[in-house]
Structure formats: structure tokens, C-alpha cells
């Protein structure tokens, strides 16, 4: 069975997307979790949690964030918050935030996610070996490495099918610093304020960059669409699609769920074709907003071409 995970900004929108046909909602609270399109706090969580399993849905809640010392001493208790409320799963990226579940034997299954590092099958394996239930792989990992990565595999990996593409994160708060320096006036550094930057020389070049509690993140140019590519991707197999709400239109972030799901649901009758993908992905693109761009991200690079 191919599970559809989606990040909600709201409510009303992860009960949209469970109508939709997501099967997993993915949320947490920024403290904790890593490029959120909403920051769920302890109530309103626990709101969130009750709507999902009312809907016979599953949560997995992000504890994935990089913790200092004056935050990690933070982590027990919220664990033990979400065992408490009884989440189906946690993503850690933090071997600290693994060592204080396990230590303190909090039931909680945890999915391994470190972003960009998770790359090969033995890294998967290694985290399995270790309680890890599964692995989000890195958005990096070309088409050509995971056919050779999914057969050596000890465990499930998430995939992103859609959404924003995190290509840099730095701890420290870059916007804040670069404004300081300039003396400009800025009254929001935040994801609302649209800001990107440009490479030297490339004007066509469009990184959008935010900054919240865990430092600065950039983003790709575009937004990570494969469902040109799904197929292969359930072919692979690769049965955990991860959709990114981050930067999506509320609305049309619902459109494009229902739209994978339509392609999950004929994959598994046997029907899906690479003609159905097409046509699903202008459904996709027509519910892009309107200052993003999609494309397959590295999905379709030569290996050697990653750099």
C-alpha cells in the first residue's frame, strides 16, 4: 500500500487533505520541527491529533529540528507529551532527541530524518538498526541512485513528490544579520515576506529563504513535482509520498493531494500510465501558485551531474 503524507497550515486544511485522500498528516510545532507551513502548538496539536485518528487517519509529528543545549533539555517532555497523546510516529534528526527516547523508553515509533544526509541504503539501515521504523531520504538522490538504493534497503523510505525543496539551512539567523549590516528596516523576516535571493550574474536564479527559532533555510528555485515521475517512483518501489504544503496555496494545495491520490489509486489497479501522469500533472501545475515553478528537482540528474 502507497501511503500520501501531507504537511497541513491549518485545520480546516488537514481535513480537507484527509478528504482529499492523504493518509498521514505531518505537523509539529517549529521549537521542535523543521519547515513547517504551521507551527502546531501543544493545544492546538492535540485539536489536530483527535481530528486525524477521528478520521481513522495517522499523524506523524516532527521533532527533527538540530538542538542546542539550551533546547534539547526541552525534548523529554515533549516526547512524552506526544506518547501521551499517542501520535503514530515522530521524524528525529537530533541522535541526542534518539538517545533521550530510547533511554527514557518513550513509546514512540521515529522515523530517521536528517535532510540532506540521508543519501545511501547502509545510512537507512544503520538508523534501522538502531529503532529507526523507516527514513526520509534526501531530496538530492537521483532516480539512477535510487534504483540502486531501494533493492539494498532494511527499511521504508519517504520520498518528497511535491513541494519546496530545502537546499540550505545555516543555524544562525542570516536575515537578521544581513539587514543589521545594511541598517535597512525589515519588519518581518518570515516565510509571509516572500524573500529570495539571487545567485551573482544569474537573475533568473529565485531562492526563497525565510528565518524562524531554527536559524535560515533556502529553498530550491522550484518546487519538486514528480508526478510525471510517479510511476517510477512506485515502481521502484518507493511506497511513502511525502506532499510539502509549505509554500502551497491553501486551496490548490487539496486539488494537487487529490490528484496523487488519483495516480496512487490507479497505480494499484494496475492502470496508471505515463499518458494519466501527464494529464494529472497539469492538474498539478494549474494549482501551482503563481509565483513558484515546478519541475522534477534531481530526479532526472546523471549522478555524476550532482554537485
Known sequence: MIELIASPASLQQATALMQAGIDTIYAGEDYFG?????SFERSELTELIQLVHSQNKKIVVAVNAIFHNDRIVNVQNYLEFLAAEKVDRVTIGDPGAIRILQKNQIALDYWYDSADLVTNARQVNFWHQHGAAGAVIANEVPYQE??????????????????????HQSGRPLLTNYFNFVQAHQDKLDREK????????KPESHYAIYEDINGTHVFANNDVDLMPRILKVAQLPINHWFLDG?????????TIAKAFDTARTSFEQGQLTAAQCLQLDELVQQNQPANRAVDTGFFDIDPDDVK
Open 34 to 38: 523543521l519547515r513547517l507551513p504551521h
Open 146 to 167: 535510487l534504483q540502486q538504493l531501494v533493492p539494498n534497503l532494511k527499511a521504508p523510505i519517504q520520498l518528497l513528490v511535491y513541494g519546496a525543496a530545502a537546499i
Open 194 to 201: 516572500g524573500l529570495f535571493i539571487s545567485e551573482p550574474r
Open 246 to 254: 509549505l509554500y502551497a496555496d491553501e486551496t490548490g494545495f487539496v
